[in-house]
C-alpha cells in the first residue's frame, strides 16, 4: 500500500534551515506529483509545495523564495529544503500524493521555529 515516511523536523530558531525528507513506497513514485502540506495548531491543512513526475514546481506564495522541493527517483524520495525560517513556519508538516482517486498522506514531522 502507499506509505509516506517523513523526517527532518525538529526545533529551530528564526532565520534557520532544516531539511525534510519524505520515503515514499508503495506506488509507481517516478510518475506522480508529491507534495508537501502542513497543519499549524487550530488550523486547516494548507499547500506549501507540489513537485512533478517531470520535475516542475509550485509553492505557496508564503515560501515562495525561502522553501525548494526536490526529489530523488532514485531513492523514492522528496525534500524540502526550508530556509530563513520563520515563526509562522511551525506546523506538522505532511507528504502527499494522490493515487487512484485517493489522497495519501504520511504521519507527518514537527517543525517548531522559536527563540
Known amino acids: 500500500q502507499v506509505q509516506f515516511v517523513e523526517s527532518g523536523g525538529g526545533l529551530v530558531q528564526p532565520g534557520g534551515s532544516l531539511r525534510l525528507s519524505c520515503a515514499a513506497s508503495?506506488?509507481?513514485?517516478?510518475?506522480?506529483?508529491i507534495g508537501w502540506y502542513r497543519q499549524a495548531p487550530g488550523q486547516q491543512r494548507e499547500l506549501v509545495a507540489t513537485?512533478?513526475?517531470?520535475?516542475?514546481?509550485n509553492y505557496a506564495d508564503s515560501v515562495k523564495g525561502r522553501f525548494t522541493i526536490s526529489r530523488d527517483n532514485a531513492k523514492n524520495t522528496v525534500y524540502l529544503q526550508m530556509n530563513s525560517l520563520k515563526l509562522e513556519d511551525t506546523a506538522v508538516y505532511y507528504c502527499?500524493?494522490?493515487?487512484?482517486?485517493?489522497?495519501?498522506w504520511g504521519q507527518g514531522t514537527q517543525v517548531t521555529v522559536s527563540s
Open positions: 502527499n500524493t494522490y493515487y487512484y482517486a485517493t489522497d495519501y
Open positions: 508503495g506506488f509507481t513514485f517516478g510518475f506522480s506529483a
Open positions: 513537485i512533478t513526475s517531470g520535475r516542475y514546481t
